[in-house]
């Protein structure tokens, strides 16, 4: 299988990320915005290569990174999009600039990767973009997540529109709607919070849905949560 994992450099990205490269059969082409972090997996695993990539500039970056990646690859099976950024803090307080900085990380730049990878995309491939309960209809809302929580929230419906319009070329795109996993990123949304999940679970529940998920489903937003938040 070849592999992108879009935001692979810390937390559940970079669990799914080592859990897929231990797979030899996998090729993993891993991105983020930590170049230690990607310098430090290509060197623990040899079917992985990495880039340097930030989503809220993919616009500006995308020819040069599908330069890369079809120099890698000759198809992508499998799209995982994890990059995601987080400000906490109260709608009414939040800038305009941190808006759009959120909004372009967590939908427009996957928007945009996904379009950008279309054409590399083989039948019968994968994309699973990871959202959160946060941006899951009707769950509970928690104040000072606004903005990234209505940023999930977009990537959830692109997914169930994307699955309508890519049946013809046989891709599946499928959205998985995480709770509360011990990370840095809930840290800063839920402080002194202890998440009943590890990264590692997490991880390996997302890596297998990713291999075999398209099998059973397309164009569903399932969540993955096992409390509240």
């Known amino acids: 299988m070849n592999i992108i994992v879009n935001g692979g450099t810390k937390g559940i990205?970079?669990?799914v990320a080592i859990?897929?490269?231990r797979?030899?059969?996998n090729k993993i082409l891993i991105t983020g915005r930590n170049?230690?972090?990607?310098?430090?997996?290509s060197v623990s695993f040899k079917n992985v290569r990495t880039y340097s990539l930030d989503?809220?500039?993919f616009e500006s970056q995308s020819k040069k990174f599908i330069d890369?990646?079809?120099?890698?690859?000759?198809k992508v099976d499998i799209l995982i999009n994890i990059a995601g950024t987080l400000i906490n803090k109260d709608f009414l307080e939040t800038s305009l600039a941190e808006g759009k900085l959120v909004m372009e990380t967590n939908f427009f730049g996957p928007s945009a990767l996904i379009k950008a990878l279309k054409p590399l995309m083989a039948v019968n491939s994968?994309?699973?973009n990871i959202s959160s309960m946060g941006g899951f209809q009707g769950s509970v809302k928690y104040k000072g997540l606004s903005y990234y929580s209505a940023s999930k929230a977009a990537l959830s419906c692109l997914t169930e529109c994307l699955a309508n319009e890519f049946t013809e070329y046989r891709i599946s795109v499928n959205c998985l709607a995480l709770g509360a996993v011990q990370t840095e990123m809930l840290n800063e949304a839920f402080p002194g919070y202890k998440a009943p999940v590890n990264p590692k679970d997490m991880a390996e529940f997302i890596s297998g849905f990713a291999?075999?998920?398209?099998?059973f489903f397309n164009g569903k937003i399932l969540p993955v949560a096992v409390g509240n938040p």
């Not at 291999?211 to 099998?215: A, D, N, V, Y």
């Open 13 to 15: 990205g970079k669990e």
């Open 19 to 21: 859990f897929l490269a």
């Open 23 to 25: 797979d030899f059969n």
């Open 35 to 41: 170049e230690k972090a990607l310098a430090d997996l």
């Open 55 to 57: 989503m809220a500039m």
């Open 68 to 74: 890369f990646v079809s120099s890698a690859f000759i």
């Open 126 to 128: 994968h994309i699973v």
């Open 211 to 215: 291999l075999k998920g398209h099998k």
